[in-house]
Protein backbone atom coordinates (compact mmCIF):
# COMPACT_ATOMS: atom_id res chain seq x y z
CA UNK A 1 0.00 0.00 0.00
CA UNK A 2 1.36 3.60 -1.20
CA UNK A 3 1.46 6.23 1.21
CA UNK A 4 -1.04 8.87 0.85
CA UNK A 5 -0.60 12.62 1.23
CA UNK A 6 -2.92 15.87 1.83
CA UNK A 7 -2.93 19.32 0.12
CA UNK A 8 -5.45 21.47 1.93
CA UNK A 9 -6.98 24.33 -0.17
CA UNK A 10 -9.12 27.43 1.71
CA UNK A 11 -11.28 28.86 -1.04
CA UNK A 12 -12.55 32.10 0.45
CA UNK A 13 -14.13 35.16 -1.20
CA UNK A 14 -17.18 37.47 -1.72
CA UNK A 15 -18.62 35.60 -4.79
CA UNK A 16 -18.28 32.15 -5.60
CA UNK A 17 -20.04 30.19 -8.19
CA UNK A 18 -19.52 25.77 -8.20
CA UNK A 19 -21.95 24.99 -11.14
CA UNK A 20 -23.65 21.76 -11.03
CA UNK A 21 -26.73 21.70 -13.21
CA UNK A 22 -26.07 24.96 -15.21
CA UNK A 23 -28.56 25.36 -18.57
CA UNK A 24 -28.86 28.09 -21.18
CA UNK A 25 -29.94 31.46 -19.16
CA UNK A 26 -30.19 30.12 -15.92
CA UNK A 27 -26.63 29.93 -13.96
CA UNK A 28 -27.09 28.06 -10.65
CA UNK A 29 -24.16 27.39 -7.67
CA UNK A 30 -23.79 23.88 -5.15
CA UNK A 31 -24.12 25.05 -1.78
CA UNK A 32 -19.88 23.49 -1.37
CA UNK A 33 -17.72 23.13 -3.91
CA UNK A 34 -17.70 20.70 -6.55
CA UNK A 35 -15.10 18.20 -7.35
CA UNK A 36 -15.11 19.04 -11.54
CA UNK A 37 -15.28 23.06 -10.37
CA UNK A 38 -11.60 22.38 -8.07
CA UNK A 39 -10.26 20.31 -10.51
CA UNK A 40 -11.04 23.05 -13.27
CA UNK A 41 -9.49 25.78 -10.40
CA UNK A 42 -6.08 23.99 -10.41
CA UNK A 43 -6.13 23.42 -14.01
CA UNK A 44 -6.27 27.41 -14.93
CA UNK A 45 -3.83 27.35 -12.06
CA UNK A 46 -1.43 24.99 -13.45
CA UNK A 47 -1.89 26.79 -17.14
CA UNK A 48 -3.37 23.59 -18.52
CA UNK A 49 -4.73 23.94 -22.30
CA UNK A 50 -8.22 22.57 -22.11
CA UNK A 51 -7.70 19.75 -24.29
CA UNK A 52 -4.69 18.47 -22.17
CA UNK A 53 -6.11 15.15 -19.57
CA UNK A 54 -6.88 15.38 -16.06
CA UNK A 55 -6.61 12.28 -15.01
CA UNK A 56 -4.17 12.70 -12.74
CA UNK A 57 -5.99 15.61 -10.84
CA UNK A 58 -9.46 12.96 -11.15
CA UNK A 59 -7.92 10.58 -9.08
CA UNK A 60 -7.36 12.96 -6.09
CA UNK A 61 -9.94 12.16 -3.36
CA UNK A 62 -11.71 15.24 -2.52
CA UNK A 63 -13.83 16.66 0.88
CA UNK A 64 -14.68 19.45 1.55
CA UNK A 65 -15.64 21.22 5.29
CA UNK A 66 -17.69 24.28 5.13
CA UNK A 67 -16.34 26.73 7.86
CA UNK A 68 -18.89 29.35 6.59
CA UNK A 69 -21.60 28.13 4.29
CA UNK A 70 -22.26 31.73 2.63
CA UNK A 71 -25.54 32.74 1.29
CA UNK A 72 -27.28 32.60 -1.83
CA UNK A 73 -27.00 35.60 -4.27
CA UNK A 74 -28.91 35.82 -7.36
CA UNK A 75 -27.83 38.21 -10.07
CA UNK A 76 -30.49 39.44 -12.48
CA UNK A 77 -28.17 39.57 -16.04
CA UNK A 78 -28.71 40.23 -19.24
CA UNK A 79 -26.87 39.93 -22.62
CA UNK A 80 -27.09 40.86 -26.36
CA UNK A 81 -28.98 43.10 -28.00
CA UNK A 82 -27.04 44.04 -30.77
CA UNK A 83 -25.90 41.71 -33.81
CA UNK A 84 -23.42 39.79 -35.26
CA UNK A 85 -22.18 38.62 -38.67
CA UNK A 86 -23.45 36.11 -41.08
CA UNK A 87 -21.35 34.04 -43.05
CA UNK A 88 -23.00 35.61 -46.19
CA UNK A 89 -22.05 39.00 -44.68
CA UNK A 90 -25.48 39.85 -43.40
CA UNK A 91 -26.10 41.32 -40.44
CA UNK A 92 -28.45 38.96 -38.08
CA UNK A 93 -30.41 41.54 -35.18
CA UNK A 94 -30.37 39.62 -31.80
CA UNK A 95 -32.58 40.48 -28.98
CA UNK A 96 -31.69 41.26 -24.74
CA UNK A 97 -31.62 37.63 -23.31
CA UNK A 98 -32.41 37.94 -19.83
CA UNK A 99 -30.96 35.51 -17.22
CA UNK A 100 -30.28 34.82 -13.73
CA UNK A 101 -26.89 33.75 -12.15
CA UNK A 102 -26.46 32.66 -8.44
CA UNK A 103 -23.51 32.97 -6.56
CA UNK A 104 -22.80 31.87 -2.70
CA UNK A 105 -21.49 35.15 -0.80
CA UNK A 106 -18.80 35.41 1.59
CA UNK A 107 -18.68 31.66 1.95
CA UNK A 108 -15.56 29.91 3.42
CA UNK A 109 -14.15 26.26 2.79
CA UNK A 110 -11.53 24.03 3.31
CA UNK A 111 -10.66 21.37 0.72
CA UNK A 112 -8.88 18.04 1.25
CA UNK A 113 -7.05 16.74 -2.18
CA UNK A 114 -5.98 13.56 -1.08
CA UNK A 115 -3.75 11.00 -3.46
CA UNK A 116 -0.27 8.88 -3.45
CA UNK A 117 1.48 11.01 -6.12
CA UNK A 118 3.69 13.49 -3.79
CA UNK A 119 5.04 15.33 -6.88
CA UNK A 120 1.76 16.23 -8.39
CA UNK A 121 0.33 17.99 -4.43
CA UNK A 122 3.95 19.66 -4.53
CA UNK A 123 3.07 21.05 -8.05
CA UNK A 124 -0.24 22.11 -6.63
CA UNK A 125 1.00 23.79 -3.89
Known sequence: M???HT???RLCGPLQAW??????????????PS?????????????????????DLARLTMAVRA????????DYHVAGKGGYYR??????R??????NRY????ARFLVGLEGDDLALLTDLH
Open 2 to 4: SER
Open 7 to 9: LLL
Open 19 to 32: GIDSRFSVRDTGRE
Open 35 to 55: KSGVVGLLCAALGRCRDRPVD
Open 67 to 74: DREGDILR
Open 87 to 92: ASGAIE
Open 94 to 99: TNVIPG
Open 103 to 106: YLSD
